[in-house]
C-alpha cells in the first residue's frame, strides 16, 4: 500500500474515532444521573470492575490524566460519599482510594442508564461487526499505550 493511501486511511481512523467520542460522550453525558460527569462514572466503573483499593497516582496512570485532574475528580466523589479515600498507614504521604456502597450504586444506576443507548447501537450494527471492531481498537489502544 503507497505510503499516501496509509496517511489517508490514518487520518479518516482518528477522524472517526474523535467524531464517535465526542458523540459518545454526548450522548452518554446526557443519561448519566443528575451531578453525575462521564469523569465521575468512569473512575466509579473502574474501582468497581477491579474492586480493590488504588492511589490517586495509581488512577491518574490508568486514565491518563494528571495527578491535579484526578484528585479534583476524587475530591467531587468523595464529597457525594461515592469513594473512600484513606491514607496509607505505612506512609503517611499516600492514601487510598475505594468506591462506597453509594458510589456502587451510583455506578450501577448510570450503567443501567447508560446500557439501553450503547445496546442499541451496538444492535443496529451487529453484534459480530462490534466485536469485531472492539477487538481491533484494544489493540490500537495497546499500541498507542506503549509510545
Not at 4 to 16: P, R, T, Y
Not at 126 to 137: K, Q, T
Amino acid at each position: 500500500m503507497s505510503a499516501e493511501k496509509s496517511e489517508d486511511i490514518a487520518v479518516a481512523l482518528f477522524g472517526e474515532l474523535f467524531m464517535a467520542d465526542q458523540l459518545a460522550r454526548n450522548r452518554i453525558s446526557k443519561v448519566l444521573p443528575r451531578g453525575m460527569q462521564l469523569s465521575h462514572f468512569s473512575v466509579l466503573n473502574h474501582l468497581a470492575r477491579i474492586n480493590d483499593e488504588r492511589t490517586p497516582a495509581q488512577l491518574a496512570k490508568a486514565f491518563h490524566v494528571t495527578r491535579g485532574a484526578m484528585t479534583n475528580t476524587l475530591s467531587r466523589l468523595e464529597w457525594a460519599g461515592h469513594v473512600h479515600i484513606r491514607p496509607d498507614w505505612e506512609d503517611a504521604r499516600q492514601k487510598f482510594v475505594a468506591i462506597s456502597p453509594s458510589g456502587r450504586a451510583a455506578r450501577d444506576s448510570a450503567v443501567a442508564a447508560v446500557v439501553p443507548l450503547i445496546a442499541e447501537v451496538v444492535q443496529s450494527i451487529g453484534d459480530d461487526r462490534v466485536r469485531a471492531l472492539v477487538s481491533v481498537l484494544r489493540e490500537l489502544r495497546v499500541r498507542l499505550e506503549d509510545e
